[in-house]
């Protein structure tokens, strides 16, 4: 069993920056790729990003590439994800999840098997 909890958002003018966290229990994160993901008022969960069990390979929805990136520290449980340049059609409750174990990265939610609980994120014009 894995949990995971995010942290770090908030609000934020247009053009701000925000980075979440989501830490992991147990002893498997190594071994899980792990996502992000938001869903905004009245729509479907999006994918945002995602980052494979090294670190080494990262995936990024157009909307966001150039301006968010993931990133994960392995010694520490912990993903990341630091969102520069921040624009009102960002806001949304911001969620990670992790794949199953030893699965590749995915940019659909399907194959995650643990996710957070959220961590709303909102940015003012």
């Known amino acids: 069993q894995v949990q995971l909890v995010e942290s770090g958002g908030g609000l934020v003018q247009a053009g701000g920056s925000l980075r979440l966290s989501c830490a992991a229990s147990?002893?498997?994160?190594?071994?899980?790729?792990m996502g992000w993901f938001r869903q905004a008022p009245g729509k479907e969960r999006e994918f945002v990003a995602a980052?494979?069990?090294?670190?080494?390979?990262?995936y990024y929805a157009d909307s966001v590439k150039g301006r968010f990136t993931i990133s994960r520290d392995n010694a520490k449980n912990t993903a990341y994800l630091q969102m520069n340049s921040l624009k009102p059609e960002d806001t949304a409750v911001y969620y990670c999840?992790?794949?199953?174990?030893?699965?590749?990265?995915?940019?659909?939610?399907?194959?995650?098997?643990?996710w957070g609980q959220g961590t709303q994120v909102t940015v003012s014009s």
């Open positions: 999840a992790a794949e199953r174990s030893w699965y590749a990265a995915s940019v659909v939610p399907g194959p995650y098997e643990y």
């Open positions: 147990g002893r498997t994160f190594s071994s899980r790729a």
């Open positions: 980052i494979n069990r090294s670190g080494d390979n990262t």
